[in-house]
Nanobody, 125 residues
Framework: QVQLVESGGGLVQAGGSLRLSCAAS????????VGWFRRTGGEEPIFLAS????????EYADSVKGRFTISRDNANNTIYLQMNSLKPEDTAVYYC??????????????????WGQGTRVTVSS
């Protein structure tokens, strides 16, 4: 199994930046990709970005493309989400999730089987 712990959330003014971290432990050799999602209220988590563990290939949702950047530090088993030009509508709980024991061209949310506990981001106007 893989354990994930997010950090870096907090309160920021609109236009500001935050960098979220996702520390992975356990069977990290089984990770195919790590994604960042966010959830507002009782809604389902929304995909933001993902990165493959070995090759570093990244994908982004249109809503964050150009503002958010996902990166990885394999030596430290950590995935980052750099968030710039934050908007009040970015306010949410942010989760990282790992897709393990899988190799797939296009991942869906159901492919992510290990989730962190989330970190809250609040963007004030």
């Amino acid at each position: 199994q893989v354990q994930l712990v997010e950090s870096g959330g907090g309160l920021v003014q609109a236009g500001g930046s935050l960098r979220l971290s996702c520390a992975a432990s356990g069977q990290t050799f089984s990770i195919y990709a790590v994604g960042w999602f966010r959830r507002t209220g009782g809604e389902e988590p929304i995909f933001l970005a993902s990165i493959t563990w070995s090759s570093g290939s990244a994908e982004y949702a249109d809503s964050v493309k150009g503002r958010f950047t996902i990166s990885r530090d394999n030596a430290n088993n950590t995935i980052y989400l750099q968030m710039n030009s934050l908007k009040p509508e970015d306010t949410a709980v942010y989760y990282c999730a790992a897709a393990t024991w899988i190799t797939k061209a296009t991942l869906t949310r159901k492919d992510y089987d290990s989730w962190g506990q989330g970190t809250r981001v609040t963007v004030s106007s």
